[in-house]
C-alpha cells in the first residue's frame, strides 16, 4: 500500500480512549495540523525509524502518482553565487561567449529544494579542459593561485562518454565538460560523441527530470525536452526519447531509472516499463554491461531510501536473474518464485528493522558503521531464501575430487555483483551466526533443559556451571559476528520459526508486533549479561601462558584447544583472574591424568 497522507478528525480532547487502546503504535505517528486548521485534527505522516527509511511502508512498488512540489528558481547559496560570478569573470574578461549551464542532478535536487554540491558545468563551444586552463589564466592574472586540472578520460563502463575536466573553484571541486550528441554502434554502449546543441545534449540524458539545464548567463532554468518540470512535479520517471532505444543504446539507463524511482519515490512510467521488460534490453543488459557497473548500481540502491521498492521494481520487469546471475548446477537448483522470496523477505526484515528503530544498527558514533550494518542487513535478508544453497567452485585450489562448496549468496555478492569478498563473507557469516541465534532464542525463550548444549560446549577438561550455558554460548557466536550480532539476531529473529513466504506473516498486525518484542527481549537479555563487545575482551590467558602452565616450548593444535577452552572459562567466570584460571587449568589436568592412571 503506497505512503499517503492520513487525516484523522477527532474530538477536541484528542483520540477517544477505546482508539488509543487499539491504536498504540500510531501514538508516536501523530502530529497535530499547524495552527492554521480546524482544532481536532491530527496527520498521521511517517517518522523515521532507522537511517536511510523516508517513510515508504515495505517499499511497495505500486505507487500512485501523486505531486511533487517543485520550486519555481533555483535558489543559489551564497558559495554558488560566487563560483558562478567567478566563471562569469573568465568568460567575459577573455571574451569567450561561452554559455555556462549546469546540467543534471544539480538542477534536478534545486528544484526539489535540496542542497547539491556535484555541479557539473556543460559548455557550448570548448572543451572542459580548454575552459579549466583559461580558468587558471585568469587566476594568475589577478594574483591568485592556479589549480591543479584533473581529466578524466572517456570511460563508458564507468558511465562517463566524454572526457570531463575537473577543477577545485572556490575550495569546490566542479566537472566541466563541452555540451555533446551521441549515436551508439551495434553491440556496444560505447557512443560516438558529437559536439552538439543544449537541445541535444538535453536528449540524450537518461531521464527527463536529468535533462535540466540551469543557465548561470540568464540565471534561469531551461526545460529543452518541455517535460523535465512537468515529470518532476508529477514524480513520473520517463526516457526523453522513447525508452526502448534509449534502454538498447546504454542498458546501464533501466538500472539508473530503476534508481531513481526509488531515490524520490517516483513512478516508473508505463512506456518505460514495458522497454525494460523487453526480452531484448534484458539480454542487453547481461550482455552489454559490466558486473561492476551492474554491482555499483544495485548497491546505490541498497544504500539509498527505498531498497524494498528497488527490489521490488528489478522483480516485477523480470530483471532478478539478469541482476543476480546464479551459478550453474547451485545445489539445490533455484526454486520456483525464488526472485519473489527473496524481495518478500528484504520487504519484511524492512518494516522489522523499522518498527523496532535505529537502535538496530548499533555503529555507536561511528556512522559509517551504521550505514555499513544497515546495507549488509538488507542483502542477508535479500538472500535468506538462498542460504543453503551452495555450489561447486571448481576454481578452488582444493582438488578435482574435492572442489569447495560456497554458498550461493556468497557467489552472487561477489561474482554477480562484484563487490567486495567482505561483504559477502559477512553476510554468510550473518547467515551463519542466525542459525546459532535461533538456538540460543529458544534457550532464552523457554525452559528448555540446557543439558544437550552444555554437553556441547564441555569436554573432558572443561565443565561449566549450568546457570552460565547461556552466557558462554551467547558470547561464543558474538565473538565470531562482533559489531554485526544486532544484525545477525534480527535475521535469526526474522527467519525462525520458518515460514513459506516472510512477508506474509510479518505483514500480518499481530505478527510483526510479536517479532519484534521477541528481538527487544533477547537483545536486553544479551546486554543484560554483560556480552555487548565482548569480542573486544582480552583472554585471560594467551596461548604463551598456556605453554607456560603445560610446559611445552612450542605451540600447536593442543594450545588452540586449551585457548578455546580458556575463552569459555572466562565466559562462565567474568569477574575470573587470571591465576584463578591457571589453577583451574592445573586441577583440570590433574583431574584428568588421575582418571586415566586409574583406568
Same mark, same amino acid.
Given at each position: 500500500?503506497?505512503?499517503?497522507?492520513?487525516?484523522?478528525?477527532?474530538?477536541?480532547?484528542?483520540?477517544?480512549?477505546?482508539?488509543?487502546?487499539?491504536?498504540?503504535?500510531?501514538?508516536? @505517528?501523530?502530529?497535530? %495540523?499547524?495552527?492554521?486548521?480546524?482544532?481536532?485534527?491530527?496527520?498521521?505522516?511517517?517518522?523515521?525509524?532507522?537511517?536511510?527509511?523516508?517513510?515508504?511502508? !515495505?517499499?511497495?512498488?505500486?505507487?500512485?502518482?501523486?505531486?511533487?512540489?517543485?520550486?519555481?528558481?533555483?535558489?543559489?547559496?551564497?558559495?554558488?553565487?560566487?563560483?558562478?560570478?567567478?566563471?562569469?569573470?573568465?568568460?567575459?574578461?577573455?571574451?569567450?561567449?561561452?554559455?555556462?549551464?549546469?546540467?543534471?542532478?544539480?538542477?534536478?535536487?534545486?528544484?526539489?529544494?535540496?542542497?547539491?554540491? /556535484?555541479?557539473?558545468?556543460?559548455?557550448?563551444?570548448?572543451?572542459?579542459?580548454?575552459?579549466?586552463?583559461?580558468?587558471?589564466?585568469?587566476? #594568475?592574472?589577478?594574483?591568485?593561485?592556479? +589549480?591543479?586540472?584533473?581529466?578524466?578520460?572517456?570511460?563508458? *563502463?564507468?558511465?562517463?562518454?566524454?572526457?570531463?575536466?575537473?577543477?577545485?573553484?572556490?575550495?569546490?571541486?566542479?566537472?566541466?565538460?563541452?555540451?555533446?550528441?551521441?549515436?551508439?554502434?551495434?553491440?556496444?554502449?560505447?557512443?560516438?560523441?558529437?559536439?552538439?546543441? !543544449?537541445?541535444?545534449?538535453?536528449?540524450?540524458?537518461?531521464?527527463?527530470?536529468?535533462?535540466?539545464?540551469?543557465?548561470?548567463?540568464?540565471?534561469?532554468?531551461?526545460?529543452?525536452?518541455?517535460?523535465?518540470?512537468?515529470?518532476?512535479?508529477?514524480?513520473?520517471?520517463?526516457?526523453?526519447?522513447?525508452?526502448?532505444?534509449?534502454?538498447?543504446?546504454?542498458?546501464?539507463?533501466?538500472?539508473?531509472?530503476?534508481?531513481? !524511482?526509488?531515490?524520490?519515490?517516483?513512478?516508473?512510467?508505463?512506456?518505460? +516499463?514495458?522497454?525494460?521488460? /523487453?526480452?531484448?534490453?534484458?539480454?542487453?543488459?547481461?550482455?552489454?554491461?559490466?558486473? #561492476?557497473?551492474?554491482?555499483?548500481?544495485?548497491? @546505490?540502491?541498497?544504500?539509498?531510501?527505498?531498497?524494498?521498492?528497488?527490489?521490488?521494481?528489478?522483480?516485477?520487469?523480470?530483471?532478478?536473474?539478469?541482476?543476480?546471475?546464479?551459478?550453474?548446477?547451485?545445489?539445490?537448483?533455484?526454486?520456483?518464485?525464488?526472485?519473489?522470496?527473496?524481495?518478500?523477505?528484504?520487504?519484511?526484515?524492512?518494516?522489522?528493522?523499522?518498527?523496532?528503530?535505529?537502535?538496530?544498527?548499533?555503529?555507536?558514533?561511528?556512522?559509517?558503521?551504521?550505514?555499513e550494518q544497515r546495507r549488509l542487513y538488507l542483502y542477508s535478508a535479500?538472500?535468506?531464501?538462498?542460504?543453503?544453497?551452495?555450489?561447486?567452485?571448481?576454481?578452488?585450489?582444493?582438488?578435482?575430487?574435492?572442489?569447495?562448496?560456497?554458498?550461493?549468496?556468497?557467489?552472487?555478492?561477489?561474482?554477480?555483483?562484484?563487490?567486495?569478498?567482505?561483504?559477502?563473507?559477512?553476510?554468510?557469516?550473518?547467515?551463519?551466526?542466525?542459525?546459532?541465534?535461533?538456538?540460543?532464542?529458544?534457550?532464552?525463550?523457554?525452559?528448555?533443559?540446557?543439558?544437550?548444549?552444555?554437553?556441547?560446549?564441555? /569436554?573432558?577438561?572443561?565443565?561449566?556451571?549450568?546457570?552460565?550455558?547461556?552466557?558462554?554460548?551467547?558470547?561464543?557466536?558474538?565473538?565470531?559476528?562482533?559489531?554485526?550480532?544486532?544484525?545477525?539476531?534480527?535475521?535469526?529473529?526474522?527467519?525462525?520459526?520458518?515460514? #513459506?513466504? !516472510?512477508?506474509?506473516?510479518?505483514?500480518?498486525?499481530?505478527?510483526?508486533?510479536?517479532?519484534?518484542?521477541?528481538?527487544?527481549?533477547?537483545?536486553?537479555?544479551?546486554?543484560?549479561? *554483560? @556480552?555487548?563487545?565482548v569480542w573486544k575482551l582480552k583472554p585471560v590467558l594467551d596461548g604463551?601462558? %598456556?605453554?607456560?602452565?603445560?610446559?611445552?616450548?612450542?605451540?600447536?593444535?593442543?594450545?588452540?584447544?586449551?585457548?578455546?577452552?580458556?575463552? +569459555?572459562?572466562?565466559?562462565?567466570?567474568?569477574?575470573?583472574?587470571?591465576?584463578?584460571?591457571?589453577?583451574?587449568?592445573?586441577?583440570?589436568?590433574? +583431574?584428568?591424568?588421575?582418571?586415566?592412571?586409574?583406568?
Amino acid at each position: 500500500m503506497p505512503p499517503r497522507l492520513l487525516l484523522l478528525l477527532l474530538p477536541r480532547g484528542g483520540l477517544l480512549p477505546p482508539l488509543r487502546r487499539r491504536l498504540p503504535a500510531l501514538s508516536p @505517528l501523530l502530529r497535530r %495540523i499547524p495552527s492554521n486548521k480546524p482544532p481536532g485534527y491530527f496527520f498521521l505522516s511517517p517518522v523515521r525509524a532507522f537511517s536511510g527509511y523516508s517513510g515508504m511502508a !515495505a517499499g511497495s512498488p505500486e505507487q500512485q502518482q501523486r505531486s511533487v512540489v517543485v520550486k519555481e528558481t533555483v535558489e543559489l547559496t551564497e558559495k554558488e553565487e560566487q563560483i558562478f560570478r567567478r566563471l562569469l569573470d573568465v568568460v567575459r574578461h577573455f571574451g569567450l561567449g561561452t554559455q555556462l549551464r549546469v546540467a543534471g542532478g544539480w538542477v534536478r535536487d534545486k528544484l526539489l529544494g535540496k542542497d547539491s554540491a /556535484d555541479i557539473d558545468i556543460a559548455l557550448d563551444n570548448m572543451t572542459g579542459q580548454n575552459f579549466c586552463e583559461k580558468v587558471n589564466e585568469y587566476l #594568475e592574472l589577478i594574483g591568485e593561485e592556479q +589549480k591543479g586540472i584533473g581529466v578524466i578520460q572517456c570511460n563508458p *563502463d564507468q558511465s562517463k562518454h566524454l572526457e570531463t575536466a575537473r577543477m577545485l573553484i572556490l575550495d569546490i571541486w566542479i566537472d566541466f565538460v563541452n555540451l555533446r550528441s551521441e549515436t551508439y554502434a551495434e553491440n556496444s554502449r560505447i557512443p560516438t560523441m558529437e559536439v552538439g546543441t !543544449a537541445k541535444a545534449d538535453a536528449y540524450r540524458r537518461d531521464l527527463t527530470i536529468n535533462s535540466l539545464f540551469f543557465n548561470i548567463n540568464n540565471n534561469s532554468v531551461e526545460d529543452l525536452t518541455g517535460r523535465g518540470i512537468e515529470d518532476l512535479k508529477k514524480g513520473l520517471i520517463v526516457t526523453p526519447l522513447p525508452a526502448k532505444a534509449t534502454f538498447l543504446d546504454d542498458p546501464l539507463r533501466v538500472l539508473r531509472a530503476i534508481r531513481f !524511482a526509488a531515490r524520490f519515490n517516483f513512478t516508473l512510467a508505463e512506456g518505460l +516499463k514495458e522497454a525494460a521488460s /523487453d526480452e531484448r534490453v534484458k539480454s542487453e543488459l547481461g550482455s552489454k554491461i559490466s558486473r #561492476e557497473r551492474i554491482g555499483h548500481e544495485i548497491d @546505490l540502491m541498497m544504500s539509498d531510501k527505498h531498497p524494498v521498492k528497488a527490489m521490488s521494481d528489478i522483480r516485477d520487469l523480470g530483471l532478478f536473474y539478469v541482476v543476480f546471475s546464479f551459478p550453474e548446477n547451485s545445489n539445490p537448483p533455484v526454486f520456483d518464485k525464488c526472485d519473489w522470496q527473496c524481495v518478500s523477505h528484504i520487504e519484511a526484515a524492512w518494516n522489522l528493522a523499522y518498527s523496532i528503530g535505529s537502535s538496530v544498527f548499533s555503529g555507536g558514533s561511528d556512522p559509517k558503521l551504521q550505514d555499513e550494518q544497515r546495507r549488509l542487513y538488507l542483502y542477508s535478508a535479500l538472500f535468506i531464501p538462498l542460504r543453503n544453497m551452495f555450489y561447486l567452485d571448481k576454481k578452488s585450489k582444493k582438488s578435482l575430487l574435492h572442489h569447495k562448496q560456497v554458498p550461493v549468496s556468497s557467489y552472487i555478492i561477489k561474482h554477480s555483483l562484484k563487490l567486495k569478498a567482505s561483504d559477502a563473507e559477512t553476510v554468510v557469516n550473518i547467515h551463519a551466526a542466525s542459525e546459532k541465534f535461533a538456538e540460543l532464542i529458544l534457550l532464552l525463550e523457554s525452559s528448555v533443559d540446557v543439558g544437550t548444549l552444555k554437553g556441547k560446549l564441555e /569436554d573432558e577438561y572443561l565443565e561449566i556451571p549450568t546457570d552460565s550455558v547461556k552466557r558462554v554460548f551467547a558470547g561464543l557466536i558474538l565473538r565470531e559476528i562482533k559489531d554485526f550480532w544486532r544484525v545477525a539476531l534480527l535475521v535469526s529473529i526474522l527467519s525462525y520459526p520458518e515460514a #513459506e513466504n !516472510a512477508a506474509d506473516i510479518l505483514n500480518k498486525q499481530v505478527e510483526l508486533p510479536l517479532r519484534k518484542e521477541k528481538y527487544i527481549r533477547v537483545e536486553r537479555a544479551i546486554t543484560g549479561l *554483560d @556480552l555487548d563487545g565482548v569480542w573486544k575482551l582480552k583472554p585471560v590467558l594467551d596461548g604463551k601462558s %598456556i605453554m607456560g602452565v603445560m610446559q611445552v616450548k612450542s605451540g600447536g593444535p593442543l594450545i588452540g584447544k586449551w585457548q578455546q577452552r580458556a575463552l +569459555k572459562w572466562q565466559l562462565a567466570h567474568p569477574n575470573g583472574t587470571m591465576d584463578e584460571c591457571i589453577e583451574w587449568m592445573k586441577q583440570s589436568q590433574s +583431574k584428568r591424568q588421575k582418571v586415566e592412571s586409574s583406568t
